[in-house]
């Protein structure tokens, strides 16, 4: 019987994706569980590595109440994942972002979404592949330099692309065990740190301890710059969508593991915030810089010698992270090559029949990350522009899909998935544009940096940069009018080709 409903099952994944213009028969296997697909979603989410990459800054300029701004992301990210789970039900089409927007909107929004979204894709794997070092550096006990640094980071994008490139099973794998020692990482540590290592009790939470009152704008303005650490927290529930045609039954799966994602990472992230603030014994010492890290500092005092044991798991956490943001990566890459969207679009489509991985997206997702990685060695502004740019190339890609469904309601389009918000369409996805576009906004504010106005207006000129980019070489190339794959057809028939 459960053989019967399997054929049944991948029947009807084979005839929707046919349906949708794309042909089951010689691309990727269905082999990822739905808690697979919750875990890709989840490392990518990677409640430690974001919180553990922004703490020291947004505590610094917010003090304690800082971690309210984890709460306030997680209720806005909600509202966007229950978009990106109603697009998602009705196109579960590998890519994500890219071919959503292909059929909500049409082939130059696709175009330009797929573009910044790749870019952001690069920058945030370098940055997670080089934050990964130091936490190396920890569990072996050695001081890294610039170059050992960029080492490590390289080394980390190896063992990245070697589990991707052994094929969904153990990327669904990989995954698990990231989530498994994510959460072990994030409630052990948060628990014990609660119970046996806490200096305040939680009215602090409502006290900033006269942290960020001088900054321009006030407290409000400190608030909004130490809020990036929620930004920077939620988003990878997208992944879950990125591997749609690796999964059974997409249509009414991914969008649960979307919601799942958020349930788990929303808990993990929040609980280990809040313990680590009451753990933090001199707020306005990290205020003034003088504890650069406050999370290491603690954690060598709360565990002592198992201090080389919590900075492993922590190690897995980045690795797994790493791992599933270059998953995401690659299929993006793999979507847009399939369509004829790319230069070379032929070798990035290329599958490997054995493996059931797209090698050369792979081999590509993991080259332009560590260039990146290497060009830190020559020029440090461009991987912090890169990085920078990862949180609001992602934040506005995802804004791209939200105001498609928009628009897409507006001119008729009825979602036909197993998952659709019915009468709530509208207030929901409303909601999610106006929290993604405070979002985008605020990551894009120019604040002092103490380097000059170059400093502090580096992310908006690098967001201008790329976009520019993007479009001149679309316009140039006519890249977007390659390919058959239908567009804009979400609302009606299939429009042809401006």
Known sequence: MTHDNSVLEHDEDAAHLASLGYSYDTTFKREMSFW?????????LSPIAGIYSMFAISLGQAGPPMAWALVIALVGQFFVALIFGEVVSNYPVAGGVYPWSRRLWGRKWAWMNGWIYVVALVGTIAAVSYGAAPFVASVIGAELSAGGTVLVALGTLVIATILNFS???????????????????????SVYLLLFHRKHDFSIFFDNQGIGNDAPGGYLGAFAAAALIGMFAYYGFEANGDVAEEIKDPSRRVPRAMRMTLYIGGFAANLLVFSLVLAVPNFQAVASGESVDPIGSLLHEAFGPIFPVVMFVIVVAFLSCITSLQAAASRLIYSMGRDGFLPASQFLAKFNERRHVPHNALLMAALFPAAVVLFSLLLENALTAMVGFGTVGIYMGFQMVVLAALRARIMGWKPAGKFTLGKWAYPVNIIALAWGVAAVVNILWPRPTGGGWTEDYLLIMTTVGVIAVGWIYMLASKAYQRGDAPAADASGPIKTVA
Request: no cysteine; hydrophobic share 55%; charged share 5%.
């Open 36 to 44: 697979g697909n919750v875990s890709l979603g989840f490392t990518y």
């Open 167 to 189: 094929g969904t099973r153990v990327l669904s794998l990989a995954a698990t065990v990231g989530l498994i020692a994510e959460m072990i990482g994030a409630v052990v540590i």
